[in-house]
């Protein structure tokens, strides 16, 4: 079975390591993602996978084959691999047929069977009214089915995808999000999927890689890396995370701005600095001076902005020592400006990182 | 990058028909690097060694001191500088303005002057002065016999002399003027609107925003074209070898082709060709200097489209001096050149009754040379484009792609003959082909050779331009959908790249043709070609012949190129461009 397994693998361009020391297996079927900001070398770690550029250091596995080590790297052609590209790299001088019909020309099919492969593809990604056009008479949402389905239909075993929604409208992007999901598993060949949007790649992944300067810093599935952040960067990059930042007091607690707080995560070192990541949502408002509750920090703060968005009300709040945090409420708690408040903030949500 | 094939070697492989492939890209790299160092520094080596010894071949700096204080070697100096000085400054002075009118203003009729200017550096600058001869030479000159009807001047006197330093200026700037134009044009085309617009939002007026944004955004590119237009005029041969001979004196091009004539004197020539090669050079990276800088940033942009500058009523009045200009250039010349061909007498009127074919029947059946000139002269045109092209494409497929260690010094080598003007280069294939390992001279090989070597750079930098218009995504596809590097070359790469192809070609059959300075140097009775046919016929002071050959010449091309792009061209580079 093609398990894709990436070990130790490293890239360097100069002095700049673009892709560091990134160990990571991909069961046969499974689909991973590679999720982090721009230029923190996810393209490089899927252009390493494809055996477009070798590695500086590591290695790469399909199955028991090294297929990429440094000096010796197994074709791009000769991997059964199909990649869609960020710019889809549809050929300008093939209509859509042709594009789709390369690949299997290349394998040596019948001409039969070759039409009957394509026609079928095309049917799936309803692109069969388009087939005798040209790219550059393709609207984007076309143009990236076409990418799709020039890719699935050489039945690979392994696909790689890179960005692959970047270029659409917000609509048609979640659209193609069940999409690529829904082939994959459909064909079940293992996918490794770049993207920076991190609600992409909550929603179509079975592994999250998240990436930052080159190096995995956290791997897990959705709900662990979304639940459980290792690092402060994890916690901002999955978006909508307060960071509060102090001194650990033992393993599990951590002094805030005066009060000590307790959370759940891996144990701290006493003395060193540390901090807490909460969501916006997971923290309760009470006026001030309410009663203490078992299993929930309580911090006091003051109103500083009070946002009605409709549906919830966006709250800024200070803390004594000045740090904002910002809370989503229910849009019936209003509260002015300059109301001292509680802040509730369940143990089991405030996540522990040493700094 | 070592594309190793075989599997095998690697730990714990059993990958299936696992064959070892050879990765070509750099045996083909070593052998292009080399055959550019023996193309390159074969002549500039012997032209360096040369200039350093003198007729009995010991070492000496007496060339480089007869050079420095000789006067006919001191003067033929400052006329080039002195012409090269105000050509470049002319040229400025009427180029800019113009390409201004045409790219950002309202003028009518902007694109068909913008055709016009461009066609214009079709004409050969040798040609384009032996028309001038037909207009401006003071007695028989057309210009002047006009002048002598209107104003019933005595015959003796003259309005134009060409045969002057000013003439000379004149015709130089006539040919080198579409150099700054295209440059400065396209700069102003792409100084994107947004700019001005923004500037104009900050309430200032369409003047003020062209004198503070506009221009010192096109500074760089005109600054460019002047030192070009300098390069130009320095390094040429055709006009002042037409122009200044019969005036009576001489340019540092015309000096070193006239140590070829009888008695030799090689190493004189070598010596004189240094100082011509090194400020090349300079000039070359002064001019990339100033491009190189914060003009990028901006050409590079992609803003709105530039916003076009009224004209009101002078829109007309400026399309009238547009075209007044351009007959400086080109139709009074051509306008002579096609009444010499068909009239009986050169320097006459074209009539009904002095209508003649005459002149064609006697360029093609008499005049021994002209059918081995034109065999000559297109064989290796299409051999020289042919070459030219194809390595220009392999040499910008390895640097643009393959990129590995050595590709910068194939780049390098590959544009290094754009400092190597002409007449150098033919003075230096003159020297290292008339002596063993390699005797070419004599052969069409040392014409091809010469050829290859000038328009490489420029067909290096239309192909490395086309492969970064081909997105480098678009071949790893094809790698990753299973064809081998070879595969994608052919399927993807090549059919993307043949419209380049075709261009880049045309283009060196073109500059092939008008060559004149580096095969005035290299041919002999048997290797002759057109251009030279032209320049031998003027010493014999045969204008209609001229006249029927630089036209035939031009028309023979265009029918080349016409072809080459209807074989070869498709009608796909349509469909890429709205890409
Ligand atoms: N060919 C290259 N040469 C030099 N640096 C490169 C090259 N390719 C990528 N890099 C660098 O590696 C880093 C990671 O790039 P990339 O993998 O494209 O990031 P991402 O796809 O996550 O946006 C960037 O800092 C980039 O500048
Ligand atoms: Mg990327």
Known sequence: MADLALEGLTKTYGANRAVDDVSLRVDHGLLASLLGPSGCGKTTTLRLIAGFIEPSAGKIRVGDNVVSAPGRVLAPERRNMSMIFQSYALWPHMTVAENVAYGLTLRKLGRVETAKKVADILTTTRLSPLADRYPAELSGGQQQRVALARALVVEPETLLLDEPLSNLDANLREEMRFEVRRLHDAYRYTTVYVTHDQSEAMTTSDLVAVMNGGRVEQLGNPREVYDRPVSEFVARFLGGSNILKGTARDAAHVEIAGTVVKGDGAPLTTGTPAAISIRQHEIALDPAGAAPKAGVNNLPGKVVRNVFLGPQRDYVIALPDATQLRVTAAPDIDLAPGFDVTLRLPEARCRLLSR | MATLDSTQALAGATVPTARTRLDLSTPVMVLFTAALCVLIVLPLGWLLVFAFRDQAGRAT??????????????????????????????????????????????????????????????????????????????????????????????????????????????????????????????????????????????????????????????????????????????????????????????????????????????????????????????????????????????????????????????????????????????????????????????????????????????????????????????????????????????????????????????????????????????????????????????????????????????????????????????????????????????????????????????????????????????????????????????????????????????????LVIVAANSLLGGGSAARLRNN
């Open chain 2, 61 to 558: 700096l007496a060339n480089f001191q007869r050079l420095l204080t000789d006067p006919t070697f001191v003067e033929p100096l400052l006329t080039t500088f002195t012409i090269a000085g105000s050509v470049s400054l002319a040229c400025g002075a009427i180029a800019a303005p113009m390409a201004w009118l045409v790219a950002r203003s309202d003028m009518p009729a902007r694109n068909a002057v913008r055709i016009i200017v461009t066609a214009s550096f079709v004409t050969p600058p040798f040609l384009g002065a032996i028309a001038w001869e037909l207009l401006a030479a003071p007695n028989s000159g057309l210009l002047n016999q006009a002048w002598r009807a209107v104003t019933g001047a005595p015959s003796e006197e003259a309005l134009f002399d060409i045969y002057t330093l000013t003439g000379l200026i004149f015709v130089v700037c006539c040919y080198t003027f579409p150099y700054v134009f295209v440059l400065v044009a396209n700069a102003l085309e792409r100084v994107p609107g947004d700019l001005e617009d923004a500037a104009a939002m900050l309430g200032s007026s369409r003047w003020r925003t062209a004198r503070r944004i506009t221009i010192p955004l096109a500074l760089p590119a005109l600054l460019a074209g002047l030192l070009v237009a300098f390069l130009q005029a320095m390094t040429l041969f055709g006009s002042p070898a037409i122009l200044a001979l019969p005036a009576g004196f001489h340019t540092i091009t015309t000096k070193i082709w006239s140590l070829f004539q009888y008695p030799p004197k090689p190493e004189l020539a070598a010596a004189a060709s240094l100082p011509l090669l090194v400020l090349t050079v300079v000039l070359l990276r002064a001019q990339s200097a100033i491009l190189g800088r914060r003009s990028f940033a901006v050409v590079g942009g992609k803003g709105a489209a530039p916003r076009l500058v009224g004209l009101g009523a002078l829109r007309w009045p400026a399309l009238a001096l547009c075209l007044a200009l351009l007959c400086l250039p080109v139709f009074l010349p051509y306008g002579a050149l096609v009444n010499a061909a068909f009239s009986k007498v050169p320097s006459q009127l074209l009539t009904l009754d002095r209508f003649t074919l005459r002149n064609f029947v006697f360029v093609f059946s008499e005049v021994s040379a002209t059918k081995l000139a034109m065999k000559n002269t297109f064989l290796l045109g299409a051999m020289a484009a042919t070459a030219g092209a194809l390595m220009a494409l392999v040499i910008a497929y390895l640097t643009s792609r393959a990129a590995g260690r050595g590709h910068r010094v194939l780049g390098f080598l590959a544009m290094a003959p754009i400092a190597v003007p002409g007449i150098v280069l033919g003075v230096g294939l003159f020297l290292a082909y008339t002596r063993p390992p390699f005797v070419l001279y004599g052969t069409l090989w040392i014409l091809l050779l010469a050829y290859i070597t000038i328009e490489l750079p420029a067909a290096y930098q239309q192909m490395q331009s086309a492969f970064h218009s081909v997105h480098h995504e678009l071949e790893e596809a094809g790698r990753i959908f299973g064809a081998t590097r070879l595969r994608v070359l052919k399927d993807v790469t090549g059919p993307l790249l043949r419209s380049s192809l075709v261009a880049t070609w045309c283009f060196v059959f073109v500059a092939v043709v008008r060559e004149l300075s580096a095969a005035v140097i290299l041919f002999t009775s048997q290797t002759k070609v057109l251009s030279v046919l032209i320049f031998d016929l003027k010493e014999s002071g045969d204008l209609a012949a001229i006249a029927v050959l630089g036209l035939s010449m031009l028309v023979l091309t265009a």
